[in-house]
């Protein structure tokens, strides 16, 4: 857990560092945005103020209405690009992990489980560098008494992490399916964090 921890910390502070990146640019492109506009319908108010100013109001109330909806949507499409950039970056170090590291995630979700008696574990295609023969015995050893644990020829194709199945039963311990879930789950604590209006 606290390799979750530490790579939940190293988000949030890469996530900073970007976020404020990208408000400047969107800062920026809303303000040159509203001038642009403010000048545009300035010059238009002047040449006809009596005969259009009751029109050039209500153009210039959508015109500005306009002008902050543009500018949430991108500033949205900054934050779920931000987002994404921190779960590919999260999911390539996770990958990178060690055999200690793994032999150590494979202990604790062993550990975790409800299961007993034979239990089936799939090494994912991604992982399967990590199942030596030393590394099973490892994996074997760290399961519960009550589980007789069997480590399966085939493997979970494009994924890294691991499965264990006992049969309908199915534990999903995928570094993909991990950090989908963690997506949803920190996903709006993300963005309060580094998007926290001051």
Same mark, same amino acid.
């Given at each position: 857990m606290s390799?979750?921890?530490?790579? $939940? *910390? ?9 976020? =404020? /990146? ?8 809303? @303000?040159?945005?509203? /001038? ?29 209405? *306009? ?6 949507? /991108? ?19 996770? =990958? ?8 150590q995630f494979?202990? $604790? ?19 399967? *560098? ?45 570094? @993909?399916?991990?950090?989908? $879930? ?17």
């Amino acid at each position: 857990m606290s390799d979750i921890t530490n790579l $939940t *910390d190293k988000i949030t502070q890469d996530a900073q560092k970007r976020q =404020r /990146q990208y408000i400047k640019k969107a800062q920026r492109d809303i @303000e040159k945005n509203e /001038q642009e506009k403010k000048k545009q319908i300035q010059r238009q108010t002047e040449e006809n103020v009596e005969q259009f100013e009751k029109q050039r109001r209500s153009d210039l109330s959508l015109k500005v209405s *306009d002008i902050h909806v543009k500018a949430r949507s /991108q500033l949205l499409a900054a934050k779920q690009q931000l987002l994404k950039e921190l779960f590919d970056e999260a999911l390539k170090k996770i =990958r990178g992990m060690s055999e200690k590291e793994f032999n150590q995630f494979v202990a $604790t979700n062993l550990k975790q489980v409800d299961l007993n008696g034979d239990v089936e574990m799939i090494v994912a295609q991604n992982s399967v *560098d990590y199942a030596t023969e030393e590394n099973k015995q490892v994996w074997q050893e760290a399961a519960v008494p009550e589980m007789n644990l069997s480590i399966s020829q085939n493997t979970v194709p494009k994924r890294g992490g691991f499965l264990l199945r006992q049969g309908e039963i199915e534990y999903n311990f995928t570094f @993909e399916a991990m950090l989908s $879930t963690s997506e949803e789950e920190l996903s709006s604590e993300l963005l309060n964090l580094i998007f926290k209006e001051e």
